[in-house]
């Protein structure tokens, strides 16, 4: 399980680098152009992506109160991508510096509502990965109507040939 988990936490590092490379060179107005989706825009989408991986590793970390990264993030654009970066790599470190069955192992944690859960940490990180998966998605759809045609390939099987797996 735990190398499994390793190559999902470097390809979702990989994938999330691919989207830097082209969000990076995008002017403010088309990181804050109103688009229809999930989230209002392209930096919106990076930023909850940005909070569920934050607010994840919190609760594994056992902290409380959670804090929301986003709420008063006032900074450029890119920071708000390179804060995602850098929680996939504590994630990936994290997951490095664990036994199995310590990644099979439960554990409880409150959603934001308040309610109580108890979910296998595998379960937890398989989640993570998929969530990141879905809303890099829905930047390719939001990239696509905001009219542009580069846009990187960021499929598991593609990371997989990268790097000879």
Do not use: C
């Not at 680098?17 to 989230?39: G, M």
């Amino acid at each position: 399980m735990k190398a499994l988990l390793l190559d999902y936490a470097s390809y979702h590092i990989w994938a999330n680098e691919q989207f830097y490379k082209l969000l990076r060179e995008l002017d403010q107005d088309t990181l804050y152009a109103s688009v229809s989706s999930s989230f209002p825009s392209l930096f919106g989408t990076i930023l909850h992506m940005w909070d569920a991986e934050a607010i994840w590793w919190q609760r594994i970390q056992g902290k409380s109160p959670i804090l929301v990264p986003s709420k008063g993030f006032q900074d450029q654009p890119v920071k708000g991508m390179e804060a995602l970066l850098m929680q996939g790599h504590l994630w990936k470190e994290w997951i490095e510096s664990k036994s199995d069955e310590q990644l099979s192992a439960s554990f409880s944690y409150t959603n934001l509502k308040g309610q109580p859960f108890e979910s296998p940490i595998s379960h937890l990180l398989l989640h993570l990965y998929n969530h990141g998966t879905y809303h890099r998605g829905q930047l390719v759809t939001m990239l696509h109507q905001l009219g542009h045609k580069k846009i990187p390939a960021s499929d598991f099987i593609v990371w997989s040939r990268s790097v000879g797996k």
